[in-house]
């Protein structure tokens, strides 16, 4: 298993410079910002963009939505053990990854975005994920689903801790999304 998570991890770490390579702030890709330039500034000393609301909330490699991605890794790790046991490592990571791809494919589709927008006091200025956002989603959540593996007594208690927190400090998280987007009445 170790060698599959070097192996994720050099993929990310390539692919993270293979995209800072080839773009700069102002490239795009099928319409969306592939790596803005934070505060018009370097992308690398924006690495992670605190701001959970803002102009540039989405558009870095991490921000404070990576954290919910933890939570899907956790969710995923859960749902992939209830359904299909504890398999090889190999068979549930890979599931898991494909989820998060589709997730973040459908939450950057013009109807999630117009439904953030009309569902969310927070994201009503919420424009989509940059290329280089969706990346860091991917790696959050591979985050959370590794550490699960590795502690899974453990991980709901993670979960638990990161929503709270998440929702105390920028009144938002995971749960509040899933019922936003896929519950709430519009009125």
């Known amino acids: 298993m170790n060698n599959h998570i070097n192996g994720l991890t050099i993929g ?25 330039c934070p505060y018009g500034e370097n992308r690398l000393q924006n690495l992670y963009v605190t701001e959970s ?7 870095s490699l991490f921000d404070a939505y990576s954290l919910t991605h933890i939570s899907h890794g ?8 209830v359904v299909h046991g504890y398999q090889t490592w190999d068979h549930m990571i890979y599931i898991a990854l494909a989820y998060e791809i589709l997730w973040e494919l459908l939450e950057n589709s013009p109807m999630i975005i117009e ?7 927070i994201s009503r200025n919420y424009a989509g ?12 959540m591979s985050v959370g689903f590794i550490g699960t593996w590795y502690f899974p007594q453990h991980g709901y208690k993670v979960f638990l801790v990161n929503e709270l927190l998440l929702y105390y400090f920028i009144r938002d998280n995971l749960l509040t999304n899933v019922y936003q987007i896929f519950f709430k009445t519009l009125t």
Do not use: K
């Open 74 to 81: 956790i969710l995923l790790f859960y749902i992939l053990y």
């Open 12 to 36: 990310f770490f390539v692919a993270v410079s293979i995209i800072y390579l080839l773009s700069d702030c102002e490239s795009t890709f099928m319409g969306r910002p592939v790596w803005p």
């Open 53 to 59: 609301s803002g102009t540039w909330t989405s558009q």
């Open 115 to 121: 439904r953030y927008r009309a569902a969310s006091t």
């Open 129 to 140: 994920d940059s290329i280089i956002n969706s990346v860091g989603d991917v790696l959050s």
